[in-house]
């Protein structure tokens, strides 16, 4: 843990109230987080410190600190926490720094070496300056606020120092939307406030023209007030004021090095340029001294207090400004000579993090070791699946070579994989313009295809796709016009032209055979296999092609392939729930090797919420989905996933009749630029048909068939969900017909198919028509439990209407179980009609009968109850989440009528 920086005040000032809030946190014995917010010197540090003196005994104290400019050591906040600590597995530490394991695992160990030295015990987990944090602690602190416990998690930042393209941002915007944060703001200090600090310092009340004068020279800056006095020997007031003051707090703070030896200067300004984490090793060999007088110089400036002993043979400086003071007097000639002294030291050892090599070269002037760096440090960090330390270090070298072809397309791909699209659209623009290699040009319009796409710009994407069509008409076989080809086969998938895809696919494979290209073989395997899966009769087929080529993309290292196969494989319902989940957590695995945060959080959390879906648990599902949008940082960019959770939520909420949450979100989606054309006019038309508002949705029913002209695909959910709408409003039966004629094509599933056209039926009064298909389609597994059943509940309606109602009974019941986890329109269509049969309502007790109620997600989780696991074990078998585990929980013992874990292994075990 990093020593608190003292002050000249004994007492802490003007934070009394802010130091009350934590520590009711710290002694509440409930997880809790705070972030505290404030300018250098504001005394966010002190707080911190302050808090750690009075929290109850027995609390476990973890304080790490970022290091300022540094992309070197990822989990650097939680390993300067822990450094020198006992009790830490060597083992533990080796994996979270094994750059071979994907960054879940190495998450899930560092939360394991949490757990270790916490166990139930309470604790204050401290990350200081999280501006500075790498992402892997950025996403560690946001995993450690989830924890359950009696913990406290503090988190300490400059918001004047945070931009978008830091880690910090989406984590700020993520805590607020899925935590009750503490929000802790540090101002400055008022002139009484200034006036108690100094008469805290010096004993005795201060004089006010003395307070005045500090007070309007320091802006209340406490550091900077406490610096002034240190400076001022015996803290003579009056004569501070008679005196001129410093210029600066930086001519302050170097005042504590001024009186040093020659010698010591030259080893403190060599300390300032090593970075916040200062190497007993590295600094004797840059500065060229004996151990014996390093030790003697660094004891003497710990004392000083301008550095403190961070660990075992690691230093830092007490405070960020006193580093950054000290270095500002220094020329630059100095600096580029430690530097230079650094680079080497760094090279001859060989193996060093191409980050801190980079930093130096170019700290040094010497630009072709900072550029060689910074290529190899891109290419490692895309490889480890750290996409923003890619990104930075890509950028780095593009500031000294701009047209690097090399570094663009890192630069672009870093971009692309962190969801930062604007510029992963403004590097990859640069890469295919200045990419000498046909190949190169062509691998950079297959990213942009993709960007634009993700962007909602249709227009580039044909323009672009134009382009490629131009550029294989240039190129000779090979490599180059392959993966040009791939390009096209991505294009035409992603606008629903299958033939076009398969037959740009199928060309992409020739070459690449002829000319042994496993590379470009693997991307237009992933174009084929995605395009034959839109296609019922071909679904299969492609189902095998990606199976295979996951096998094959995870040896071969490229985790993207292999997670967007997954995400097909998931959308293409596997047979079982458990091959569902089980392919879930492999995409996600995959994806956050590679660091692709849209797959690796917006599709796993819309794919644990479908899976949900195929429980036919209404409940979990929405939970999924709000997990998903509170871990979500793209919510707040520009792209294709920054409005599809609202748009899946709205059809949830649409569901469970929650209709002035669909009103907000249609709000939201709104505001949101490039919306497809059939979403906002879709989402009106079915909220105004569950209101029974006919002019509005006549209004909305005009732009929807407008926007369903501009639509390429169709979907069998999208057809049966605004059928349904339109039959709840009273739609007149040619009505639908026409409807069902926009909404339905060749191409639409043939359960969802015959279902609408059944619907369409029963409201022309055609009930044995529809009796026919509905009773066609009661075991239609593509269809979800939900859907299953109100094809049951429709058969029924037919049934009674031709007085078979022995036979509308069998179908009621058989549709009850399915909705069981359901609420909404499709209970109340139920519930109607097994009023019309006189029996009890779907959600009446009576309807209740043990665990025949519970969905098969929910029989499989009381099973396990039934085994004595716990939420969390729940979660981690199961692969949810602990919340979607108690919301499990919460249904089953609402469905069995008990009140006990031990009720429902009595109910429901393993026989």
Same mark, same amino acid.
């Given at each position: 843990?990093?020593?608190?920086?003292?002050?000249?005040? +004994?007492?802490?000032?003007?934070?009394?109230?802010?130091?009350?809030?934590?520590?009711?946190?710290?002694?509440?014995?409930?997880?809790?987080?705070?972030?505290?917010?404030?300018?250098?010197?504001?005394?966010?540090?002190?707080?911190?410190?302050?808090?750690?003196?009075?929290?109850?005994?027995?609390?476990?104290?973890?304080?790490?600190?970022?290091?300022?400019?540094?992309?070197?050591?990822?989990?650097?906040?939680?390993?300067?926490?822990?450094?020198?600590?006992?009790?830490?597995?060597?083992?533990?530490?080796?994996?979270?720094?094994?750059?071979?394991?994907?960054?879940?695992?190495?998450?899930?160990?560092?939360?394991?070496?949490?757990?270790?030295?916490?166990?139930?015990?309470?604790?204050?987990?401290?990350?200081?300056?999280?501006?500075?944090?790498?992402?892997?602690?950025?996403?560690?602190?946001?995993?450690?606020?989830?924890?359950?416990?009696?913990?406290?998690?503090?988190?300490?930042?400059?918001?004047?120092?945070?931009?978008?393209?830091?880690?910090?941002?989406?984590?700020?915007?993520?805590?607020?939307?899925?935590?009750?944060?503490?929000?802790?703001?540090?101002?400055?200090?008022?002139?009484?406030?200034?006036?108690?600090?100094?008469?805290?310092?010096?004993?005795?009340?201060?004089?006010?023209?003395?307070?005045?004068?500090?007070?309007?020279?320091?802006?209340?800056?406490?550091?900077?007030?406490?610096?002034?006095?240190?400076?001022?020997?015996?803290?003579?007031?009056?004569?501070?004021?008679?005196?001129?003051?410093?210029?600066?707090?930086?001519?302050?703070?170097?005042?504590?090095?001024?009186?040093?030896? +020659?010698?010591?200067?030259?080893?403190?300004?060599?300390?300032?340029?090593?970075?916040?984490?200062?190497?007993?090793?590295?600094?004797?060999?840059?500065?060229?001294?004996?151990?014996?007088?390093?030790?003697?110089?660094?004891?003497?400036?710990?004392?000083?207090?301008?550095?403190?002993?961070?660990?075992?043979?690691?230093?830092?400086?007490?405070?960020?400004?006193?580093?950054?003071?000290?270095?500002?007097?220094?020329?630059?000639?100095?600096?580029?000579?430690?530097?230079?002294?650094?680079?080497?030291?760094?090279?001859?050892?060989?193996?060093? #993090?191409?980050?801190?090599?980079?930093?130096?070269?170019?700290?040094?002037?010497?630009?072709?070791?900072?550029?060689?760096?910074?290529?190899?440090?891109?290419?490692?960090?895309?490889?480890?699946?750290?996409?923003?330390?890619?990104?930075?270090?890509?950028?780095?070298?593009?500031?000294?070579?701009?047209?690097?072809?090399?570094?663009?397309?890192?630069?672009?791909?870093?971009?692309?994989?962190?969801?930062?699209?604007?510029?992963?659209?403004?590097?990859?623009?640069?890469?295919?313009?200045?990419?000498?290699?046909?190949?190169?040009?062509?691998?950079?319009?297959?990213?942009?295809?993709?960007?634009?796409?993700?962007?909602?710009?249709?227009?580039?994407?044909?323009?672009?796709?134009?382009?490629?069509?131009?550029?294989?008409?240039?190129?000779?076989?090979?490599?180059?016009?392959?993966?040009?080809?791939?390009?096209?086969?991505?294009?035409?998938?992603?606008?629903?032209?299958?033939?076009?895809?398969?037959?740009?696919?199928?060309?992409?494979?020739?070459?690449?055979?002829?000319?042994?290209?496993?590379?470009?073989?693997?991307?237009?395997?992933?174009?084929?296999?995605?395009?034959?899966?839109?296609?019922?009769?071909?679904?299969?087929?492609?189902?095998?092609?990606?199976?295979?080529?996951?096998?094959?993309?995870?040896?071969?290292?490229?985790?993207?392939?292999?997670?967007?196969?997954?995400?097909?494989?998931?959308?293409?319902?596997?047979?079982?729930?458990?091959?569902?989940?089980?392919?879930?957590?492999?995409?996600?695995?995959?994806?956050?090797?590679?660091?692709?945060?849209?797959?690796?959080?917006?599709?796993?959390?819309?794919?644990?919420?479908?899976?949900?879906?195929?429980?036919?648990?209404?409940?979990?599902?929405?939970?999924?989905?709000?997990?998903?949008?509170?871990?979500?940082?793209?919510?707040?960019?520009?792209?294709?996933?920054?409005?599809?959770?609202?748009?899946?939520?709205?059809?949830?909420?649409?569901?469970?009749?929650?209709?002035?949450?669909?009103?907000?979100?249609?709000?939201?989606?709104?505001?949101?630029?490039?919306?497809?054309?059939?979403?906002?006019?879709?989402?009106?038309?079915?909220?105004?048909?569950?209101?029974?508002?006919?002019?509005?949705?006549?209004?909305?029913?005009?732009?929807?068939?407008?926007?369903?002209?501009?639509?390429?695909?169709?979907?069998?959910?999208?057809?049966?969900?605004?059928?349904?709408?339109?039959?709840?409003?009273?739609?007149?039966?040619?009505?639908? #017909?026409?409807?069902?004629?926009?909404?339905?094509?060749?191409?639409?599933?043939?359960?969802?198919?015959?279902?609408?056209?059944?619907?369409?039926?029963?409201?022309?009064?055609?009930?044995?028509?529809?009796?026919?298909?509905?009773?066609?389609?009661?075991?239609?597994?593509?269809?979800?439990?939900?859907?299953?059943?109100?094809?049951?509940?429709?058969?029924?309606?037919?049934?009674?209407?031709?007085?078979?109602?022995?036979?509308?009974?069998?179908?009621?019941?058989?549709?009850?179980?399915?909705?069981?986890?359901?609420?909404?329109?499709?209970?109340?269509?139920?519930?109607?009609?097994?009023?019309?049969?006189?029996?009890?309502?779907?959600?009446?007790?009576?309807?209740?009968?043990?665990?025949?109620?519970?969905?098969?997600?929910?029989?499989?989780?009381?099973?396990?109850?039934?085994?004595?696991?716990?939420?969390?074990?729940?979660?981690?078998?199961?692969?949810?989440?602990?919340?979607?585990?108690?919301?499990?929980?919460?249904?089953?013992?609402?469905?069995?009528?008990?009140?006990?874990?031990?009720?429902?292994?009595?109910?429901?075990?393993?026989?």
């Amino acid at each position: 843990m990093r020593n608190g920086r003292g002050g000249a005040s +004994p007492v802490m000032i003007g934070r009394g109230s802010e130091l009350r809030r934590l520590a009711q946190l710290a002694k509440s014995r409930e997880p809790a987080v705070a972030i505290i917010a404030g300018e250098p010197g504001i005394g966010k540090t002190r707080l911190v410190a302050e808090l750690l003196d009075i929290v109850p005994a027995g609390t476990i104290v973890l304080v790490g600190q970022a290091e300022p400019g540094s992309l070197a050591r990822p989990y650097e906040v939680l390993l300067d926490a822990i450094d020198g600590r006992p009790g830490v597995d060597d083992r533990q530490l080796a994996a979270l720094a094994d750059a071979e394991r994907s960054p879940v695992e190495r998450l899930h160990t560092g939360l394991a070496i949490l757990a270790g030295l916490i166990g139930d015990a309470p604790a204050v987990i401290v990350f200081e300056d999280l501006h500075w944090a790498d992402s892997e602690s950025a996403a560690l602190f946001e995993r450690i606020a989830d924890q359950r416990g009696p913990r406290l998690l503090i988190g300490t930042y400059r918001p004047d120092e945070v931009t978008r393209r830091q880690p910090v941002a989406g984590l700020l915007a993520q805590l607020e939307r899925r935590h009750a944060v503490t929000h802790v703001r540090l101002d400055r200090l008022s002139p009484a406030q200034t006036a108690a600090l100094l008469a805290a310092a010096i004993g005795a009340p201060a004089p006010l023209r003395a307070a005045t004068a500090l007070h309007q020279r320091t802006g209340g800056n406490p550091f900077f007030l406490e610096e002034l006095l240190k400076a001022l020997p015996g803290y003579d007031l009056e004569a501070l004021v008679d005196q001129p003051l410093p210029w600066s707090l930086a001519d302050v703070l170097r005042r504590h090095v001024e009186d040093l030896d +020659p010698a010591s200067h030259r080893i403190v300004e060599a300390a300032t340029v090593l970075g916040h984490r200062i190497l007993f090793d590295l600094l004797a060999d840059v500065t060229g001294t004996d151990e014996d007088q390093l030790i003697a110089v660094l004891r003497d400036l710990v004392t000083r207090g301008v550095l403190v002993e961070s660990g075992e043979d690691e230093f830092a400086f007490r405070h960020a400004l006193v580093r950054e003071a000290i270095a500002g007097q220094m020329l630059g000639r100095q600096r580029r000579r430690l530097h230079e002294a650094a680079l080497d030291v760094l090279l001859r050892g060989g193996g060093s #993090d191409p980050a801190m090599v980079a930093h130096h070269a170019r700290g040094a002037g010497r630009y072709d070791d900072m550029i060689a760096a910074a290529r190899h440090g891109a290419a490692l960090y895309l490889s480890i699946g750290s996409a923003y330390q890619a990104l930075q270090l890509a950028e780095m070298g593009l500031d000294e070579v701009p047209e690097d072809a090399e570094l663009l397309g890192a630069a672009a791909r870093a971009a692309w994989l962190a969801g930062l699209l604007d510029d992963a659209q403004r590097h990859g623009r640069r890469w295919r313009a200045h990419a000498g290699d046909p190949s190169d040009q062509a691998e950079a319009l297959y990213l942009l295809v993709r960007i634009a796409w993700e962007s909602r710009e249709t227009t580039e994407v044909r323009a672009l796709t134009a382009d490629i069509e131009s550029l294989i008409a240039q190129l000779p076989p090979g490599a180059g016009q392959a993966r040009a080809m791939t390009a096209i086969a991505q294009s035409a998938y992603l606008y629903d032209e299958t033939e076009t895809a398969l037959l740009w696919a199928d060309r992409a494979l020739a070459l690449a055979d002829e000319f042994d290209l496993p590379g470009v073989r693997m991307t237009a395997l992933l174009e084929k296999g995605s395009a034959l899966s839109e296609v019922p009769h071909t679904a299969a087929d492609g189902g095998r092609i990606l199976s295979a080529l996951v096998t094959e993309a995870e040896a071969a290292g490229e985790w993207v392939l292999a997670a967007r196969a997954l995400n097909v494989l998931v959308h293409g319902a596997p047979p079982s729930e458990a091959e569902h989940a089980e392919i879930l957590e492999r995409m996600r695995v995959n994806a956050e090797r590679a660091g692709f945060e849209s797959m690796a959080v917006a599709a796993y959390f819309q794919g644990r919420a479908r899976l949900a879906l195929r429980s036919g648990d209404l409940g979990a599902a929405v939970a999924a989905l709000q997990e998903g949008r509170a871990q979500d940082r793209s919510l707040r960019r520009r792209g294709r996933w920054a409005d599809f959770h609202g748009v899946f939520l709205a059809g949830l909420s649409l569901e469970s009749g929650e209709l002035d949450q669909v009103d907000e979100l249609i709000t939201d989606l709104a505001a949101l630029p490039n919306n497809p054309p059939t979403v906002i006019p879709g989402l009106a038309f079915h909220l105004a048909c569950r209101r029974h508002d006919r002019p509005r949705a006549e209004a909305a029913l005009a732009e929807l068939v407008a926007g369903l002209a501009e639509q390429s695909w169709r979907s069998g959910e999208q057809a049966h969900d605004l059928v349904s709408a339109a039959l709840e409003l009273g739609l007149p039966a040619d009505r639908l #017909d026409a409807m069902a004629g926009l909404l339905l094509d060749a191409e639409v599933w043939d359960a969802y198919r015959v279902l609408v056209e059944a619907q369409v039926a029963e409201a022309h009064g055609r009930h044995a028509e529809a009796l026919a298909g509905y009773l066609s389609i009661v075991e239609a597994h593509t269809l979800s439990p939900a859907v299953r059943g109100t094809v049951r509940v429709g058969a029924a309606r037919c049934l009674l209407a031709a007085d078979r109602r022995g036979e509308a009974q069998v179908q009621v019941e058989a549709a009850t179980p399915l909705l069981a986890g359901w609420c909404g329109w499709r209970v109340t269509q139920l519930d109607r009609v097994r009023a019309q049969l006189g029996m009890a309502p779907a959600d009446a007790p009576a309807a209740v009968t043990g665990p025949a109620a519970l969905t098969p997600r929910e029989r499989e989780v009381a099973v396990l109850i039934s085994d004595g696991l716990t939420n969390t074990e729940l979660a981690q078998r199961l692969y949810i989440s602990p919340k979607t585990a108690a919301v499990h929980v919460s249904n089953i013992l609402r469905k069995l009528g008990v009140s006990s874990r031990t009720e429902v292994g009595d109910l429901v075990g393993r026989r």
